[in-house]
């Protein structure tokens, strides 16, 4: 089991930056995919990120391709999602999920944090 706990969100402008973290523990971490996934009010929740366990292969879901970058550093145990260009659209609750195979689909991770509040003002 890998415990996940989310930092970072706020609110910003629309073209503003904001970076999230996550922090992680347990000892299936440093093989763990780690992913970042959004909910917006009244929407499924959605695939925007991830990266595999030795902090290659990143992939984003296209609307944020360009604007946003998943990085990790297991000797602190963080994964963070930095967010550029911010628009009104990117506003959700934030959560960063681990599942030890990479998928898309939110049913694959079993580990999850509790989220964190991104609100982009126009």
């Known amino acids: 089991q890998v415990r996940l706990v989310e930092s970072g969100g706020g609110l910003v402008q629309a073209g503003g930056s904001l970076r999230l973290s996550c922090a992680a523990s347990?000892?299936?971490?440093?093989?763990?995919?780690v992913a970042w996934f959004r909910q917006a009010p009244g929407k499924d929740r959605q695939f925007v990120a991830g990266?595999?366990?030795?902090?290659?292969?990143?992939r984003y879901v296209d609307s944020v391709k360009g604007r946003f970058t998943v990085s990790r550093d297991n000797a602190s145990n963080t994964v963070s999602l930095q967010m550029d260009s911010l628009t009104p659209e990117d506003t959700a609750a934030y959560y960063c999920?681990?599942?030890?195979?990479?998928?898309?689909?939110?049913?694959?991770?079993?580990?999850w944090g509790q989220g964190t509040q991104v609100t982009v003002s126009s």
């Open positions: 347990g000892r299936l971490f440093g093989r763990s995919i």
């Open positions: 999920a681990s599942s030890p195979v990479f998928s898309f689909k939110v049913s694959a991770y079993a580990d």
């Open positions: 990266v595999m366990w030795n902090g290659s292969g990143a």
